[in-house]
C-alpha cells in the first residue's frame, strides 16, 4: 500500500470531508483524488513511464497536492523545486534530478525554457 492508495481511500470512505484547505480555499477527498486520478491519465497519455521524474516548480497553492498524487498514481517520482531559486540552482536541480518533465505555470515557461536551453526535459 502506498500514500496514492491511501488517499483513494480516503476519498471513497470521506469524500465530503476536507482534504485539503488554505485560506478560504477548501478541496475535497473525492475532488482532490479525481484531480490526482486525471493528472495521472494526462501524464500517462503523454508518455510517462514508471520511475519517470516529474519536476514541480509551482509556488504553494492547492494545485500542488493533487499533481504530486497524480504523479505518484502515474508511476513516476515528484522533485519540488522551489520557486525561489535563481537561474544556475534551479537549472541544476533539475538537471541533477534526472527530471524529464516540469510542472509549471505559463508565466514561468519562458524562464524554464531559456535556462533549460537544448535538455531534454518538457514542459507541463
Known amino acids: 500500500m502506498n500514500i496514492a492508495m491511501l488517499l483513494r481511500r480516503s476519498a471513497s470512505d470521506h469524500a465530503d470531508r476536507i482534504a485539503l484547505g488554505r ?15 486525471r493528472f495521472a ?6 508518455g510517462l513511464e514508471p520511475g ?3 519536476g514541480f516548480f509551482l509556488p504553494n497553492t492547492l494545485d500542488y497536492l493533487p499533481g504530486l498524487l497524480g504523479v505518484w498514481q502515474a508511476g513516476g ?3 519540488p523545486l522551489n ?3 535563481p537561474d544556475a540552482p534551479l537549472r541544476h536541480a533539475i538537471l541533477d534530478s534526472g527530471a524529464t518533465a516540469v510542472v509549471c505555470l505559463p508565466d514561468d515557461v519562458e524562464r524554464l525554457q531559456r535556462l533549460l536551453g537544448d535538455a531534454p526535459v518538457r514542459l507541463l
Not at 41 to 46: E, G, Y
Open 41 to 46: 491519465a494526462h501524464l500517462l497519455a503523454h
Open 77 to 79: 517520482v515528484g522533485v
Open 52 to 54: 519517470e521524474r516529474v
Open 83 to 85: 520557486v525561489l531559486f
Open 23 to 37: 485560506d478560504d480555499t477548501q478541496v475535497g477527498y473525492a475532488q482532490y483524488a479525481d484531480t490526482g486520478a
